[in-house]
């Protein structure tokens, strides 16, 4: 075996106990946890959210500037509006780098994680939704889960991280202050 392999063994060898239901539903929900708070904490610590914030504020009032003008046919204002344009591709263009390193921070734990917890769980089903999706969407069954007779539908590791981290990962930045909606 290589060494990426040995680890991997390693790994499942260690998380064995989280390895079926219930641990691995409640295991999964914490995983996603741990990575809101990682991509928080790599987000408060390589952005600066001040001057993020003032940016945002700024290319929102051009683009409102925009829209009157485009609305208003004004031509002087429309020509400030094109001339402050590139500046303003600029601005956002520097915004976006900026939120692009938070992400190198993020996305190699990511990537290391889904791949030991991916070895793990192999196909399985880690948690069960208490209704038979498949029925009514077929396509769905081998896909993201599996029907689990006299239980539900069984969704496999990365479905349920998918669902867990949509529905948790707003509500654990938005008191951080790093909410998607705002």
């Known amino acids: 075996m290589d060494i990426w392999s040995d680890f991997l063994q390693t790994m499942a060898n260690i998380l064995a106990p989280v390895a079926v239901m219930p641990g691995s539903t409640i295991f999964i929900l914490l995983v996603s946890i741990g990575l809101a708070l990682l991509s928080i904490w790599a ?45 303003i591709m600029r601005l956002n263009s520097a915004m976006m780098s900026q939120r692009m390193k938070p992400m190198c921070m993020f996305y190699i734990p990511l990537i290391i994680v889904f791949g030991i917890l991916n070895f793990l769980f192999q196909g399985n089903p880690v948690a069960i ?54």
């Open 129 to 182: 939704i208490p209704f038979n999706i498949q029925e009514v969407l077929p396509f769905l069954d081998g896909w993201i889960g599996m029907n689990v007779q006299g239980s539900g539908f069984g969704l496999f590791f990365w479905s349920w991280y998918f669902l867990v981290s949509l529905g948790l990962g707003n509500l654990i930045r938005r008191p951080f202050g790093l909410s998607i909606t705002t």
């Open 43 to 87: 987000t408060r610590r390589f952005t600066d959210m001040e001057k993020m914030k003032s940016d945002m504020d700024e290319i929102k009032a051009w683009q409102e500037r925009f829209k009157r003008a485009r609305q208003t046919m004004d031509p002087i204002e429309l020509q400030q509006v094109m001339d402050d344009q590139g500046r």
